[in-house]
């Protein structure tokens, strides 16, 4: 009876995801958003709770992590990621202090000491590159100047949880200052060894799983993942840094057709990994929440959108364009659900972070893409225009 | 005069080329990882930005690169 129990309930589930995916597609919103409310209603406390299937989706979102890291490794190659370090690393900071320091400021506020304060920086920290591509995309902005600056400050960011994610993997798992230093030292010594040998020999490590049948393909790299993963868990380290080194140390055609061959994949797990977020949030704990949330939302978002405008004036882009990029990079998304969520698996008793971090994500990935077209309207160039004149009638007074 | 073409990188998305014409517009490609690209034209009164960006498919982009290219039958 189990097994039908199961069944049953895992393609409920699987058919409530495809519902929610054709609902964002016509509203025009990212999915994650309705896969978290999703989760919310599949989960404890919520009104459709699953039980049966609970097992399946915990492994399938854990392999979900490590497919959306990876993939974000196949899509850069390292010398994308290392070619324009020295031209990014300002603005890289800049996003740094001004994002993450409220985060990790209203951590401390609410006394939840350290290492929840470390967490709740990183999740205001870091944009949703997925979010964000596809708004570039459907907004036609692939080919403005100020673009470059907006994905640089994306690949700096992801470089940057390459190093963030064993740190507080480090934090979270309560070890002694010795132990903890360790794992740390292991973890950046593996970032920056794997990031060395693929710039210099990613031909070796790509043809490790070079073949030319998709399905063998598509066994190698997953296998290889998961393997990397699982070794790079049992180090302390975060799981999901090794599938995003996996990711970075295989480039060129191997790279591109393992992407095509995963994508499906990667969908199906991705999906059930942020309803699976959604589920392990209690939906009681939000209300108490929200004000907080919402605080957290206005102050993050303002300074995102002070972020881009600033990296777009150093990069000599004119004031259009600085509100442009400021306003495409305020979405959060995957990153802070993956930070939130290795808290929800640690021991760190803070039960307010995770419904705070859901809250957090489900507003700016909502107000993101709106935000992001508020520089095209007519209202707003009309007052840029208008800025401008005066600045000049300003300038010309005595 | 040479004509300086400007090739930018797009992490995660592909490369961009595009020129600084004499009247002051910006005309280019993006060309996509997955093999895709549009063409790309700037704004008039915002060089950053584009006023459009239109997705060719491989032959159409051959045939517009030969107008371009060639000396095409001007009579017609």
Known sequence: MH???LLIELGAVIFALALARRFAGRLGIS?????????????????????????FITVSAEIGVMLLLLMLGLEYSADELLGNLRAAAPAGAIDAVLN???????????????????????????????????VLNDLGRLGNRETPTVLSVLVIEDLAMAFYLPLLVALLSGQ??????????????????????????????????????PEALLLSVLGLTI?????????????????????????????????????????????????????????????PVLLIALALAALTMATKVLTGYLAARRAGIASAGRWRAGFTLVARGEFSIVIAGLVAASALDVPQLVPLATAYVLITVILGPVLARIPDTRWFRSRLVNAVRNRNLDARLP | MTIRVERTPLPGIGVRYDLMTE????????????????????SRDDPDTCVASVPLAEDEAHALAEILSSEYDRSA
């Open chain 1, 100 to 134: 993450a320091l409220p985060g990790f400021i209203f951590g401390l506020m609410l006394g939840w000491g350290l290492v929840a304060a470390v967490a709740l920086a990183g999740i205001t920290w870091i944009s949703s590159s997925g979010v964000i591509a596809r």
């Open chain 1, 3 to 5: 097994g039908a129990e």
């Open chain 1, 227 to 287: 393997l990397v993963a699982g070794l790079a868990q049992s180090l302390q380290v975060s799981a999901a840094i090794g599938a995003f080194l996996v990711g970075i140390a295989i480039s060129g055609s191997v790279a591109h057709r393992a992407a095509a061959v995963l994508s499906p994949l990667r969908d199906l797990t991705a999906a059930i990994f942020f309803l699976s977020f959604g589920m392990a949030t209690d939906l009681k704990k939000i209300p």
């Open chain 2, 23 to 42: 009247s002051g517009r910006r005309v280019g490609l993006v060309m996509r990882r997955d093999g895709k690209r549009e063409l790309i034209v700037s």
């Open chain 1, 176 to 213: 002694a200052l010795g132990a903890g230093a360790l794992s740390l030292g292991i973890a950046v010594l593996a970032v920056v060894v794997v990031l060395y040998v693929a710039t210099r020999r990613s031909r070796a490590i790509s043809k490790l799983v070079q073949t030319d049948d």
């Open chain 1, 31 to 55: 999915p994650i958003t309705l896969y978290l409310l999703a989760g919310l209603a599949f989960g404890r406390g919520g009104p459709l709770e699953v039980e049966a299937a609970e097992g």
